[in-house]
């Protein structure tokens, strides 16, 4: 079946669905794959830039990193 006919016989079911559970049920399916697919965006996008970082050698050693983390946990106090 092809996305628009899935998409029109969706609609077709939710007109004719009087249950309010099962139409929350399905609006909370949608609703958590949209937000799933934002959050794959955003993870794509933090991935690309970490690579971007490496090549241009903008890392840091295990070290200057937790001398980093203790510096500025030191400051939070």
Same mark, same amino acid.
Request: proline share 1%; hydrophobic share 40%; no cysteine.
């Given at each position: =079946? #092809?996305?628009?006919?899935?998409?029109?016989? !969706?609609?077709?079911?939710? /007109?004719?669905?009087?249950?309010?559970?099962?139409?929350?049920?399905?609006? #909370?399916?949608?609703?958590?794959?949209?937000? #799933?697919?934002?959050?794959?965006?955003? =993870?794509?996008?933090?991935?690309?830039?970490? /690579? #971007?970082? !490496?090549?241009?050698?903008?890392?840091?050693? =295990?070290?200057?990193?937790?001398? =980093? !983390?203790?510096?500025?946990?030191?400051?939070?106090?």
């Amino acid at each position: =079946m #092809e996305v628009a006919a899935i998409k029109t016989e !969706i609609q077709k079911l939710v /007109e004719t669905q009087s249950d309010p559970a099962i139409l929350q049920r399905v609006y #909370e399916i949608l609703e958590q794959a949209q937000q #799933e697919a934002a959050w794959k965006d955003v =993870m794509n996008a933090g991935a690309l830039r970490a /690579e #971007e970082d !490496i090549k241009a050698g903008r890392i840091y050693s =295990m070290e200057e990193f937790r001398s =980093m !983390i203790t510096d500025y946990i030191k400051q939070k106090r």
